[in-house]
């Protein structure tokens, strides 16, 4: 398989509470991504941060990158049940046109 | 505007029927991707289209796969003599670029269930 890695697997948090999730990847990368996918439902992207960029914040979104390390963490703050799903980062390789390489995923649950 | 359509949304087939799912990516997009989703998985790439030219179908998992695109905006992912192994989620991409930094318009995907 060449998909990277999230951890945790699966988080349940209350509403209100930050939640955080993090991504290892393996190969040089353009940029990283995250995005969402509700059960049973398309993936939606979230955020993109380019392989020169160290964070990068966009509403309730934080997401840092560590190119070192090949590592990745997205913050969600003030959770909302709303905010329950299954959250992937993808790395796109250093190559023109080639596809985003997803990871196995957290899945998030907000309860209220 | 319109995103990525799919369909059907769900489909059913007996082990050994040929399947035929069909994506409408975004107009003007360039590259179209195809993924396979397994249960509790992430998306894994089958093959990826600019235009009308399958520039990399390196993901396919086997000749009983094959996509087209043939005017270079509706794709077509048939899977011929389709066997258990094939369950899963099948989504598609489009995405305006085909180069450079840029993010992919997933569609809702087709449910495979092969019975």
């Known amino acids: 398989s060449q998909q990277g890695e999230e951890d945790p697997q699966a988080l349940s948090i209350q509403e209100g509470e930050n939640a955080t999730m993090n991504c290892s990847y393996k190969t040089s990368i353009n940029n990283l991504q995250w995005y969402r996918q509700n059960s049973g439902r398309g993936l939606v992207h979230l955020i993109l941060?380019?392989?020169?960029?160290r964070e990068k914040h966009s509403g309730r979104l934080r997401v840092t990158l560590d190119t070192s390390k090949k590592s990745s963490s997205l913050l969600i703050t003030a959770s909302r049940a709303a905010d329950t799903a299954s959250y992937f980062c993808a790395t796109e390789p250093n190559q023109a046109g080639t596809a985003l390489i997803f990871g196995k995923g957290t899945t998030l649950s907000v309860s209220s | 505007g319109a995103g990525v359509s799919q369909s059907p949304r769900y489909k059913v087939a007996k082990r050994g029927q040929d399947v035929a799912l069909r994506c409408d990516p975004i107009?003007?997009?360039?590259?179209l991707f195809w993924y396979q989703q397994a249960l509790g998985q992430g998306p894994e790439f089958l093959t990826y289209?600019?235009?009308?030219?399958?520039?990399?179908k390196s993901g396919l998992p086997s000749d009983r796969f094959f996509a087209e695109r043939p005017e270079g905006s509706v794709s077509t992912l048939k899977i011929q003599r389709t066997q258990q192994e094939d369950s899963a989620v099948y989504l598609c991409?489009?995405?305006?670029?085909?180069?450079?930094?840029?993010?992919?318009?997933f569609g809702p995907g087709t449910r495979l269930t092969v019975t």
């Open positions: 941060i380019r392989s020169n960029e």
């Open positions: 991409a489009s995405s305006p670029r085909t180069s450079g930094t840029y993010e992919q318009y």
């Open positions: 289209f600019q235009n009308e030219a399958q520039l990399d």
């Open positions: 107009s003007g997009h360039v590259s």
